[in-house]
């Protein structure tokens, strides 16, 4: 039995694995609040606990965003398992999402909040993770997907 939609899986695994070894890594080897510089002033590890969503927004109402992710998390796998082959930038983007969910949901039933540690001092971003990027490339990956379908008036016969 050939796998439907295999980089969907492929990325949201691979996604999923790389965010739980990069959490596990920080608090194995970081104290909370404890910061390292890679590039003095611009970026450092910095292990926070955020018990909000993106940005610590809604700080402390953890109990609906864990749900939150579980149900985004079935959703995409019904959509991969029950779902037309996607053509790749979806399965691509919806795999990585599905990676960020389910490495972010994780954290949020297990633990109570999100392991945080990529720190842009730069620009003053907030302190986030690998499965907050895997969320955003997954976006920039289904709008790419988005910008490659043909609308039907658009078709010639040339």
């Known amino acids: 039995m050939r796998l439907k939609n295999r980089f969907f899986w492929i990325a949201a695994i691979t996604g999923f ?16 609040g404890e910061t390292q510089p890679l590039i003095k002033g611009i970026f450092h590890f910095t292990y926070v606990q955020n ?10 109402k953890v109990e609906w965003l864990r749900w939150l ?3 985004v998390s079935l959703a995409l796998i019904a959509l991969a398992l029950f779902s037309p082959i996607m053509p790749l930038w ?6 990585l999402i599905l990676a960020g969910a ?17 720190d842009f001092r730069l620009i003053n971003f907030p302190v986030f993770n690998l499965a907050d990027v895997f ?4 976006i920039a990956c289904l709008l790419i997907a988005s910008f490659q379908k043909k609308s039907p008036n ?3 016969s040339r």
Do not use: C, H, P
Request: charged share 10%; net charge negative; glycine share 14%.
């Open 17 to 32: 694995v790389l965010d739980q070894l990069t959490k596990y890594w920080v608090v194995q080897v970081f104290s909370l």
């Open 69 to 71: 992710s579980l149900l």
């Open 154 to 156: 658009n078709s010639s």
């Open 135 to 138: 969320i955003n490339i997954g």
């Open 51 to 60: 018990t909000g969503a993106a940005f610590s927004l809604f700080a402390g």
């Open 102 to 118: 389910m490495g972010n949901g994780i954290d949020r039933f297990v633990l109570g909040y999100v392991i945080d540690f990529l």
């Open 90 to 95: 979806e399965q691509w983007g919806y795999g």
